[in-house]
């Protein structure tokens, strides 16, 4: 049996509209055009575990595929190779940033492959990603750095939040404010004089992401000197 039929196998027809929804994929959404098949994330882990040993080229025919799980899961099993194949990995996720073409599929993978092979090295492709003109680019270029953020290194997402800031995408607002809240968690001292030198000029959808965990006085008085509206 191929991953293919596991897929087909696997396909759960009331799920995938609901995805469908739920990933905008309608006319002029984010997600526009992008077909799913309804199979949960587990079930996608458990394909990739199956079919680690996938060579590059199997990878890119599913990567290439108008199916969002088909994407997913080659990226879940990219990750799963990453430790063995750093540089190569790294290099072909990069060259497939057309295809990682969600949020979900930038989240569970951005950081355990962008984020975990920069770790120790030199970052501008991540500036280039920031100052992109393509959305998933820019989503990638700030979840990367949560690999950073896990090692107590800041400075990378401080400067590509400030790139963003006046973004006028949801997803990425949504995403500044989430990497600012883990840097919150690790170090609040740094995160709120990032937020007190620019929460005037951030989207309030980011702003209200990175505040969430503050207790609700703080909340507020962040909120009631916010100028931007979103």
Excluded: C
Excluded at 80 to 85: A, E, G, L, S, T
């Amino acid at each position: 049996m191929t991953i293919y039929q596991e897929f087909k196998e696997l396909e759960n027809k009331e799920k995938a509209k609901i995805m469908q929804g739920f990933f905008k994929t309608g006319k002029d959404q984010y997600g526009e055009g992008d077909i799913f098949l309804g199979l949960t994330v587990p079930q996608q882990r458990k394909l990739a575990e199956k079919y680690k040993n996938l060579q590059l080229k199997e990878l890119q025919e599913l990567l290439n595929s108008k199916v969002h799980e088909h994407r997913l899961t080659a990226l879940i099993i990219l990750t799963i190779q990453y430790k063995n194949n750093k540089e190569e990995i790294f290099n072909f996720y990069i060259n497939n940033t057309k295809n990682i073409n969600n949020w979900d599929l930038v989240d569970v993978t951005a950081p355990n492959i962008v984020g975990k092979y920069l770790l120790d090295k030199e970052r501008t492709i991540l500036y280039k990603l920031a100052n992109s003109n393509h959305l998933w680019e820019k989503r990638i270029s700030i979840i990367s750095t949560f690999e950073f953020i896990r090692n107590n290194q800041f400075d990378d997402t401080l400067k590509i939040s400030e790139i963003l800031l006046k973004d006028n995408h949801d997803l990425i607002h949504k995403a500044v404010g989430w990497m600012l809240r883990e840097i919150g968690k690790r170090n609040k001292e740094v995160e709120v004089k990032f937020l007190k030198e620019n929460y005037k000029k951030m989207p309030r959808t980011m702003l209200r992401y990175a505040i969430e965990k503050f207790p609700e006085k703080e909340r507020k008085e962040f909120l009631s000197l916010s100028n931007y509206i979103s």
